[in-house]
């Protein structure tokens, strides 16, 4: 009976040692948990949402200035082919 009750007193401390510990565990990892909901998440959702505005940016840019270029070459050929086909002007 007086070595079971050593046993008991030795072993004890050990338990109460092990559950402290998976208990800070829990907590650490609940910090970690919290801290990604609230900072990380919504910086990668803002990160996200500025990279979306800059590609739609600079995809609209880059049509506009294919439209501009497009534009330029059609009124320079289609001004030359008035001018050229044209018939010759003659004051009377």
């Known amino acids: 009976m007086g070595m079971a009750l050593v ?3 030795m072993v004890a ?6 559950v402290l510990v998976v208990m800070a565990v ?14 990380i998440v919504p910086m990668v ?14 995809a609209r840019h880059l049509d506009l200035a294919a439209r501009a270029s497009a534009n330029r070459a059609h009124q320079s050929t289609s ?14």
């Open 45 to 58: 959702m803002m990160v996200a949402f500025f990279a979306v505005i800059v590609v739609v940016r600079l």
């Open 79 to 92: 001004s030359s082919l008035i001018r050229n086909s044209s018939p010759p002007v003659t004051c009377s």
């Open 13 to 18: 401390p050990m338990i109460m040692i092990m």
């Open 7 to 9: 046993a008991v007193v």
């Open 26 to 39: 829990i907590v650490a990892v609940m910090v970690v948990m919290i801290m990604v909901m609230t900072v």
